[in-house]
């Protein structure tokens, strides 16, 4: 499996997100009614807007992103390394200007690699990106591209082998190969608690480069290749 695919021309990617604004009092009104419109679908009965807010940080048109973190594969002494690169802040456009001006340096054909990346990861990149009036790069530009064409890999993606009804989250594929990952002291849905409340920005940041090197290692057993020991996986600045 993916036995052709070259490492060094991979990107490993997780993003961080969170609501735009710190509590559902704090959203502008005409705001809080497309909100309540956008979610009255996925809400329970006795749900009100309000109580369902904490997850805005999800949907791309009220949340914003916080933390891209970013790996590249490098090969030297016959063995893989990973070199992790975050760009992370409470400035979405900043962060997204970085990210752009990073890809800008890198080739066209450069694929990037995210678990379930084509349905979020990819696409809320893409609608911040627009939001904040920067040019999508070329790298995730898929309009008028076959689909061999477009340069995305997904893990949980590739895991489904075209089982559309199946969700498999990175902690559980990484359980079932083997991946040793360090415990994790939050989750995906306390990144809001986490930033808001605890105003811990480097936490997040920690466990969204975490996501990345799990992820690459996952990629990696998909190839049928030994995972990168922990020695030979550092951060960049």
């Given at each position: 499996m993916l036995k052709t695919l070259d490492l060094s021309q991979v990107i490993v990617l997780d993003i961080e997100t969170v609501p735009q604004y710190s509590c559902y009092d704090d959203v502008p009104p005409y705001l809080q009614e497309l909100w309540e419109h956008k979610t009255y679908f996925q809400r329970k009965p006795d749900q009100g807007a309000d109580e369902f807010y904490e997850r805005a940080g999800i949907f791309a048109e009220f949340g914003k992103i916080i933390?891209?973190?970013?790996g590249i594969f490098s090969y030297q002494n016959k063995s893989y390394s990973l070199r992790i690169k975050s760009i992370a802040g409470h400035d979405e456009r900043e962060i997204l200007q970085q990210f752009s001006n990073l890809m800008d340096k890198q080739i066209p054909t450069l694929k990037f690699c995210a678990h379930n990346g084509k349905e979020f990861d990819y696409p809320y990149l893409c609608r911040r990106l627009i939001v904040n009036g920067i040019e999508i790069p070329i790298q995730l530009q898929i309009s008028g591209k076959k689909p061999w064409e477009i340069n995305h890999l997904?893990?949980?993606?590739?895991?489904k082998f075209g089982?559309?009804?199946?969700?498999?989250?990175?902690?559980?594929?990484?359980?079932?190969?083997?991946?040793?990952?360090?415990?994790?002291?939050?989750?995906?849905?306390?990144?809001?608690?986490?930033?808001?409340e605890e105003q811990n920005l480097d936490r997040i940041v920690t466990y969204c480069q975490k996501d990345v090197v799990t992820t690459a290692q996952v990629l990696l057993k998909f190839k049928g290749m030994e995972i990168i020991p922990v020695e030979n996986i550092t951060i960049v600045s």
């Amino acid at each position: 499996m993916l036995k052709t695919l070259d490492l060094s021309q991979v990107i490993v990617l997780d993003i961080e997100t969170v609501p735009q604004y710190s509590c559902y009092d704090d959203v502008p009104p005409y705001l809080q009614e497309l909100w309540e419109h956008k979610t009255y679908f996925q809400r329970k009965p006795d749900q009100g807007a309000d109580e369902f807010y904490e997850r805005a940080g999800i949907f791309a048109e009220f949340g914003k992103i916080i933390c891209i973190s970013l790996g590249i594969f490098s090969y030297q002494n016959k063995s893989y390394s990973l070199r992790i690169k975050s760009i992370a802040g409470h400035d979405e456009r900043e962060i997204l200007q970085q990210f752009s001006n990073l890809m800008d340096k890198q080739i066209p054909t450069l694929k990037f690699c995210a678990h379930n990346g084509k349905e979020f990861d990819y696409p809320y990149l893409c609608r911040r990106l627009i939001v904040n009036g920067i040019e999508i790069p070329i790298q995730l530009q898929i309009s008028g591209k076959k689909p061999w064409e477009i340069n995305h890999l997904d893990t949980m993606e590739l895991w489904k082998f075209g089982d559309y009804k199946n969700f498999t989250s990175l902690n559980l594929l990484a359980a079932i190969l083997n991946i040793p990952t360090p415990k994790d002291d939050i989750d995906g849905g306390q990144v809001r608690q986490v930033y808001y409340e605890e105003q811990n920005l480097d936490r997040i940041v920690t466990y969204c480069q975490k996501d990345v090197v799990t992820t690459a290692q996952v990629l990696l057993k998909f190839k049928g290749m030994e995972i990168i020991p922990v020695e030979n996986i550092t951060i960049v600045s």
